[in-house]
């Protein structure tokens, strides 16, 4: 007979405590909230940002149902998961007398919907994000309050844009008005803060030379998973097999990457490693472990930054050798408007990528997509621009009854607030309001 499970077991080994997903075994002593014999599953929330705006003419649909326009053609697979928005605005991205830093205020504001203060030293202020908002809630029942991933470093500190602090351009989420949460950009470490625990009296070094100079995580707990396992019904037994495989390929893939840069066993813990040369392999790990951490849940709640704002990374793989940046001040030449559509269509096939994964996700019966709310989008508008009303935004998921599937278009410098306090109540947070909002955005 099987043994109930409680849902916060682990695999255990030498400093590794690896979570597990939902398991059939685990619904007997499940810690959330209930209601008669129907387990009540936990909304996940994850906010994408874009950097530099998009290229609207080929962003936008046309109609309620109209076809998906070019730059979303790699989401028609997923068309029934995504609702397309038109008509936010955020007004804390705007000037309102400061002169020109667009790019930083469009990702300072972009998840508060505040106006940071602009100042390249001390005193940066802009305010809590809708993240953290969640966080604060939904954060109490799991390992990690939240994560924060990214693919660009960026520094806390000095000026990137036009007199405003490089705070603001590097983060997106915001645990209080003037303490942002520096993000992660290496995939090994972000895996091995999931899966690792550094022993009493260990130091950073000793830690990172124990952890690089093991084989992988899963050997560590395989004599626990094996214990497990004959204790399992034969459908958990395959969820248990399914998600080990899963974790094992990721550290496959982090340790092909760390190969290939030439990296040695022993490395210091700040060192970066696992980051891939590729952009899109580098995208698609994050994406990885953060439909790892959610499916086990050891979060969430996450916000993932593709590039700082002002970002002016090459795709020279697309055949745009030039900045994204540089490009997005287009001043309408036909030859870099086609460039900026190869990088808006490329960032929308790493969304593609990651409603796939939450599609394939099984938990208890149900896709991850289902019970989770993933908006993506920029706090620019157009780049060329630099407006921050007519904002191209993307909700997938259908957490809280929201209805995906179609195009809904809301009036002219609706708050962008509106929609993120209606993520928060489809996540069962109290939340009355959140930044300007006037009132919830009807997602049903």
């Not at 405590?17 to 996940?44: C, Y």
């Not at 309050?145 to 960026?154: A, F, K, M």
């Not at 998600?243 to 990721?250: C, M, N």
Request: positive net charge; aromatic residues 6%; hydrophobic residues 35%.
């Amino acid at each position: 007979m099987t043994r109930a499970l409680h849902r916060r077991t682990v695999l255990r080994g030498l400093g590794v405590a690896m979570a597990l997903p939902f398991l059939d075994a685990m619904r007997p002593a499940m810690a959330w909230a209930q209601e008669g014999s129907a387990t009540v599953t936990p909304t996940r929330l994850l906010f994408v940002f874009v950097p530099n705006g998009k290229h609207m003419p080929t962003w936008t649909p046309k109609g309620e149902h109209g076809e998906l326009p070019w730059t979303l053609e790699p989401l028609r697979p997923h068309r029934e998961d995504v609702l397309v928005l038109s008509g936010l605005a955020i007004d804390g991205g705007r000037a309102h007398g400061d002169g020109p830093g667009d790019h930083a205020r469009s990702a300072a504001s972009f998840l508060t919907t505040a106006h940071p203060v602009k100042t390249g030293g001390a005193g940066i202020r802009a305010g809590i994000s809708v993240d953290q908002v969640a966080a604060e809630h939904l954060g109490r029942s799991t390992r990690f309050r939240s994560l924060e991933l990214g693919c660009e470093r960026g520094g806390q500190s000095g000026q990137c844009d036009s007199g405003y602090s490089c705070a603001y351009s590097s983060n997106v989420s915001w645990r209080t008005a003037t303490s942002p949460n520096v993000k992660e950009i290496d995939p090994r470490l972000v895996f091995e803060r999931l899966f690792m625990s550094v022993r009493d009296g260990e130091s950073a070094t000793d830690a990172a030379r124990r952890l690089r100079s093991r084989g992988s995580v899963l050997d560590f707990v395989l004599q626990d998973a094996k214990r497990l396992s004959g204790k399992l019904g034969p459908s958990d037994r395959r969820k248990l097999d399914e998600y080990t495989t899963g974790v094992r390929e990721l550290e496959r893939r982090l340790r092909m990457i760390e190969q290939a840069r030439g990296d040695g066993a022993v490395l210091p813990i700040d060192r970066p490693a696992g980051i891939p040369r590729d952009h899109q392999e580098h995208v698609r790990l994050m994406l990885d472990l953060i439909v790892l951490a959610f499916r086990t849940d050891l979060t969430r709640v996450a916000t993932f930054m593709a590039g700082n704002a002002g970002s002016n990374r090459s795709y020279r793989w697309l055949g745009v050798p030039e900045g994204h940046h540089g490009l997005s001040h287009h001043g309408k030449d036909a030859k870099k408007r086609e460039k900026i559509r190869k990088i808006d269509r490329f960032n929308v096939e790493q969304l593609a990528y990651l409603l796939e994964r939450l599609r394939a996700r099984d938990e208890d019966g149900a896709a991850l997509v289902d019970s989770s709310l993933v908006l993506y989008g920029s706090g620019i508008g157009d780049g060329n621009r630099h407006n921050h009303d007519q904002l191209p935004l993307l909700l997938a998921g259908r957490a809280g009854g929201v209805r995906p599937g179609r195009h809904l278009r809301s009036g002219h410098n609706t708050p962008a607030a509106n929609l993120y306090l209606s993520m928060l109540r489809a996540a069962g947070v109290p939340a009355e309001s959140f930044g300007d909002s006037k009132r919830p955005l009807d997602l049903t």
